[in-house]
Nanobody, 126 residues
Framework: QVQLAESGGGLVQAGGSLRLSCAAS????????MGWFRQAPGKEREFVAGVNWSDDSTAYVDSVKGRFTISRDNAKATVALQMNSLKPEDTAAYYC???????????????????WGQGTQVTVSS
């Protein structure tokens, strides 16, 4: 099994930055794709960004392109999400997810991920 633990959430003013980190433990060698999702109250879980550990390919939802950057450290089994120019609409619980599949064309599908963290809250004030 794989365990995922997020950290780095918090309260920030609009225009500010936060860096989320996800540490994987357990059988991390089975992971091929890591992703970040978010869920605001009353809304469905939304894909934010993803990265393939094998070829470093990435994907982003349009609303965060140019503001968020996903990165990975295979040796440390961590994946980070650098969030800049934050907006109030970025407020949500952010979840790290891991998949044993190479999801180059399906990073945005929550159903393709087998492992999930507990989430970390990001609140952006206006």
């Amino acid at each position: 099994q794989v365990q995922l633990a997020e950290s780095g959430g918090g309260l920030v003013q609009a225009g500010g930055s936060l860096r989320l980190s996800c540490a994987a433990s357990g059988r991390t060698f089975i992971l091929y794709t890591m992703g970040w999702f978010r869920q605001a109250p009353g809304k469905e879980r939304e894909f934010v960004a993803g990265v393939n550990w094998s070829d470093d390919s990435t994907a982003y939802v349009d609303s965060v392109k140019g503001r968020f950057t996903i990165s990975r450290d295979n040796a440390k089994a961590t994946v980070a999400l650098q969030m800049n120019s934050l907006k109030p609409e970025d407020t949500a619980a952010y979840y790290c997810a891991g998949s044993p599949r190479s999801l180059s064309r399906a990073m945005g599908a929550p159903s393709r991920y087998d492992y999930w963290g507990q989430g970390t809250q990001v609140t952006v004030s206006s």
